[in-house]
């Protein structure tokens, strides 16, 4: 991680001046770190695992795509116009890789909608 050394002119400026800028110099540095730290993720540094290596790839088609750990459960959330509370107890879909299939688990009832033979559309039925 690069430090934003603070120019010296900055000291020819008034203190608020002088502490926002040190402020946005955190923000920045901050920003750098998490930058540097999804790249690292993604190149698998965090636990190995890179994204041939694993059957959860988050956004395959990025340059940079994300492995994560063997048969890890993604979580979609799915706006179904629920109160929060509901929302947060019935309006998602879980998806895993499993010994050769994929398991869907919603929190309430669901029906599978094939689109063509590749892609098939999941419909949650909000009460």
Do not use: C
């Amino acid at each position: 991680m690069t430090s934003i050394e603070p120019d010296p002119r900055e000291e020819r400026l008034p203190k608020w001046a002088r502490d926002r800028m040190a402020y946005y110099r955190r923000l920045a540095t901050t920003a750098e770190a998490r930058v540097n730290a999804a790249k690292a993720y993604a190149e698998g540094a965090r636990d190995g695992t890179k994204p041939g290596e694993t059957d959860t790839v988050l956004d395959p088609y990025d340059p940079h795509p994300i492995g994560l750990k063997p048969g890890t459960r993604v979580r979609f959330k799915v706006d179904l116009g629920l109160p929060p509370k509901m929302a947060d107890r019935i309006g998602y879909v879980d998806i895993t890789a499993r010994g050769g299939h994929v398991e869907l688990m919603a929190g309430g009832p669901m029906t599978l909608h094939p689109q063509v033979s590749n892609v098939l559309h999941v419909k949650l039925r909000g009460h």
